[in-house]
């Protein structure tokens, strides 16, 4: 049973591009939630999605959107990129309490 | 700011010794959760502890919960050098959302 799977592991963009993050969920679970982990801090909680809508969102702008499928995968986009959103960004599943993570992506804004 | 502190930041223990950390968070809680992350990895869950309860035990973790003080501490016995890793508490708060707030993390490292 595959955990969490998200792509791509690594990527680098350029101040001002736009920028797609995947994520798998684990078998079963219905809920994907996303993280923003800077260096050195904990996870931020950017947004969860549930039966395909956004069901809490975090203290991130607009420019930070997501998306779910009826398989339950999630994409997570962000529009007109800064330096300062260079991060690890998480991906996390759920059924009920439990939260499994994935590896995340490291994104890298030069 | 976020609704879990640990501390300390940073702690550095020798292998066989205990380690303990500690949250404290601000709003009432459904639960309270510990993660333990690997150097630029992902998140492990390592245990919950619902807000009616005051002790859990996993293994070589024990986990305390005191709601009356809005605190949480890990402890994790006898350390192996394995054990090397940023440890998060992560609260659910009682407020009807369906977001979890992470704190800062406390930073260890286990020397063998």
């Known amino acids: 049973d595959a955990g969490v799977t998200q792509s791509p592991t690594h990527l680098i963009k350029t101040r001002g591009q736009q920028v797609t993050l995947r994520c798998s969920p684990k078998?079963?679970?219905?809920?994907v939630s996303w993280y923003q982990q800077a260096l050195g801090q904990g996870p931020q909680f950017i947004f969860q999605?549930?039966?395909?809508?956004?069901?809490q969102r975090g203290n991130f702008p607009d420019r930070f959107s997501g998306h779910q499928f009826p398989n339950y995968s999630s994409e997570l986009n962000v529009n007109a990129l800064l330096l300062g959103d260079s991060a690890l960004y998480l991906c996390?599943?759920?059924?009920?309490?439990?939260?499994?993570f994935g590896e995340g992506s490291w994104l890298t804004v030069v | 700011s976020q609704q879990g502190e640990e501390d300390p930041q940073a702690l550095s223990i020798q292998e066989g010794e205990n380690a303990t950390m500690n949250c404290s968070y601000k709003?009432?809680?459904?639960?309270l959760q510990w993660y333990r992350q690997n150097s630029g990895r992902g998140l492990v869950h390592l245990i919950l502890?619902?807000?009616?309860?005051r002790e859990k035990h996993s293994g070589r973790l024990r986990v305390t919960l005191d709601t009356s003080k809005k605190s949480s501490s890990l402890l994790i016995t006898a350390s192996r050098a394995a054990d090397t890793a940023s440890y998060f508490c992560?609260?659910?708060?009682?407020?009807?959302?369906?977001?979890?707030?992470f704190g800062a993390g406390t930073r260890l490292f286990v020397k063998a």
């Open positions: 996390a599943s759920s059924r009920g309490n439990t939260i499994y």
């Open positions: 078998s079963g679970h219905d809920t």
């Open positions: 999605y549930y039966e395909e809508e956004e069901r």
């Open positions: 709003t009432s809680i459904n639960n």
């Open positions: 502890i619902r807000s009616n309860e």
């Open positions: 992560a609260t659910d708060p009682n407020t009807g959302g369906f977001k979890t707030i």
